[in-house]
C-alpha cells in the first residue's frame, strides 16, 4: 500500500519561508499527477501547486504562482514545496496528494497524506 508522509510545517513570521517534504513509501504506483493542497480553518480544501510525473511540468494556484516552487526527487522518493514570500493567509494544514488523471481537483485525488500544519505570524 502506497503511503505519503509530509513533514516540514511549522511556524514562521511574514516574509519568511519553509520547504515541505513528500516522503513516498510503499509499492509502486501509477499517478500522473502528485500535488499539494491546503486547507484552512472554516475554509475548504483547496489547490497549491502540482507536478506531473512524466515531463515533470508543473502547476500553481495564482495565489501562490511565484512564491511557490514545487519540485521532485525520484531517487528519494520524495517531492517538495518550497515556500517563500509567505504570508499569514497561507497559513493552513498542507496535504501531499497523488492522483492518476491530470487534475488540480481534490476529489480525483486517491492517495492523501495525513497533513503538516503551517502557521504564518504576522
Known amino acids: 500500500q502506497v503511503q505519503l508522509v509530509e513533514s516540514g510545517g511549522g511556524l514562521v513570521q511574514a516574509g519568511g519561508s519553509l520547504r515541505l517534504s513528500c516522503a513516498i513509501s510503499g509499492r509502486p504506483f501509477s499517478s500522473a499527477l502528485m500535488g499539494w493542497f491546503r486547507q484552512a480553518p472554516g475554509k475548504e480544501r483547496e489547490f497549491v501547486a502540482a507536478?506531473?510525473?512524466?515531463?515533470?511540468?508543473?502547476y500553481y494556484a495564482d495565489s501562490v504562482k511565484g512564491r511557490f516552487t514545487v519540485s521532485r526527487d525520484n531517487a528519494q522518493n520524495s517531492m517538495y514545496l518550497q515556500m517563500n514570500s509567505l504570508k499569514p493567509e497561507d497559513t493552513a494544514v498542507y496535504y501531499c496528494a497523488a492522483s492518476p488523471i491530470f487534475s488540480i481537483l481534490s476529489r480525483t485525488y486517491n492517495v492523501w497524506g495525513q497533513g503538516t500544519q503551517v502557521t504564518v505570524s504576522s
Open positions: 507536478l506531473s510525473k512524466i515531463g515533470g511540468a508543473t
